[in-house]
């Protein structure tokens, strides 16, 4: 059974940093897409970055690009999403999900539909 488990939300200040791990067990996560997804209160689950089996292909929102960083490690089976000059505006749970359907899969999506496996969110509050 495929489990993934997000931390390091917290509440900072505007401008802040916050390093988010997505955690796996049951799977290994190397050959597959993986995605950050952020909900707000009263808002849709929305795509932050979605990343390809390789890392040779990440996809950011708008909103983030430029200031967040998705990478991973193979090796400890985590993915991370590095996020810098934090806004109020990115307050929200933060999820990550991966694509287990298609192994080495040539096409990413950005849409939260794609993804069958999800952890259980981390929430990041940015308030002065």
């Known amino acids: 059974q495929v489990q993934l488990v997000e931390s390091g939300g917290g509440s900072v200040q505007p401008g802040d940093s916050l390093k988010l791990s997505c955690a796996a067990s049951?799977?290994?996560?190397?050959?597959?897409?993986m995605g950050w997804f952020r909900q707000a209160p009263g808002e849709a689950r929305e795509f932050v970055a979605v990343?390809?089996?390789?890392?040779?292909?990440?996809v950011y929102a708008d909103s983030v690009k430029g200031r967040f960083t998705f990478t991973r490690d193979n090796a400890k089976n985590t993915v991370y999403l590095e996020m810098n000059v934090l806004k109020p505006e990115d307050t929200a749970v933060y999820y990550c999900?991966?694509?287990?359907?298609?192994?080495?899969?040539?096409?990413?999506?950005?849409?939260?539909?794609?993804?069958?496996?999800w952890g259980q969110g981390t929430q990041v509050t940015v308030a002065s």
């Open positions: 990343s390809s089996w390789s890392g040779g292909t990440t």
């Open positions: 049951g799977r290994s996560l190397s050959n597959y897409a």
């Open positions: 999900a991966a694509d287990f359907r298609y192994y080495r899969g040539t096409v990413i999506y950005t849409g939260p539909a794609r993804y069958g496996s």
